[in-house]
């Protein structure tokens, strides 16, 4: 199993640019999270989903939107990038019966 | 809602000596907390875990210490070893969400030889 990739590993984007990231797991996880990671911060949650077709807001949802149409993959969207969107962004998955979160190896995103 | 704090944001220990990290959380009507370890470059990994029943749980060279009446949890990891030098994050379950876990800032722990 490769559990949660995440590609792609690094990107650096101009302001006003677009990206998607995108997230797989093979675990037939229900549950699909992504978070950013700011120095000195812990993780904090974007938006999430329980479950194909599914999307919900987490703490910090501006500037990003996420679509899961098929089970296994949750893609987060920057539709107008900023400088304050620079982060390593992780996906977790779960699978909803307990509270363990599997993490990807992350993304790291500049946007100049 | 909840907030996560770590009451140090660095710790150094020598290697083979005890380490302990700890956590403090706000909300009582949490009732799920993992430890997970974050390696350079890397995803958090998970480590141990424990359930608000519970105070004290082993794993193999960690423990996990749980203080509900302080809202309190420790990370003890026995004998450190080079190995362990990672940035320590405590996670708290946030009731009544879709299994959203709130995440402290994390202490970056270095083992000095």
């Known amino acids: 199993n490769a559990g949660v990739t995440q590609t792609p590993k690094f990107r650096v984007l101009k302001t006003g640019q677009s990206m998607t990231l995108l997230c797989a797991q093979d675990?037939?996880?229900?549950?699909m999270y992504w978070y950013r990671q700011d120095p000195g911060m812990g993780l904090r949650l974007i938006h999430y989903?329980?479950?194909?077709?599914?999307?919900a807001k987490g703490e910090v949802p501006d500037g990003y939107n996420v679509s899961r149409l098929k089970k296994q993959n949750f893609l987060l969207g920057l539709e107008s990038a900023a400088p304050s969107q620079t982060s390593v962004y992780f996906c977790?998955?779960?699978?909803?019966?307990?509270?363990?979160?599997?993490f990807g190896p992350g993304t790291r995103l500049t946007v100049t | 809602g909840e907030s996560v704090g770590l009451h140090l944001p660095t710790l150094s220990v020598q290697e083979g000596d005890n380490s302990i990290i700890n956590c403090a959380y706000s909300n009582s009507a949490s009732d799920y907390f993992i430890w997970y370890k974050q390696e350079s470059g890397k995803g958090p990994q998970f480590i141990i875990d424990?359930?608000?029943?519970?105070d004290k749980r082993q794993g193999q060279r960690v423990t996990v210490l749980l203080n509900k009446t302080v809202k309190h949890l420790s990370l003890q990891i026995a004998a450190t070893q080079p190995g362990d030098s990672a940035v320590y994050f405590c996670?708290?379950?946030?009731?009544?969400?879709?299994?959203?876990?709130?995440f402290g800032s994390g202490t970056q722990l270095t083992v000095l030889p």
């Open positions: 424990i359930r608000s029943n519970m």
């Open positions: 675990m037939n996880h229900e549950y």
């Open positions: 977790a998955s779960s699978s909803g019966q307990g509270w363990e979160q599997y």
């Open positions: 989903s329980v479950g194909e077709g599914t999307t």
């Open positions: 996670a708290v379950s946030t009731p009544g969400s879709a299994r959203q876990l709130t």
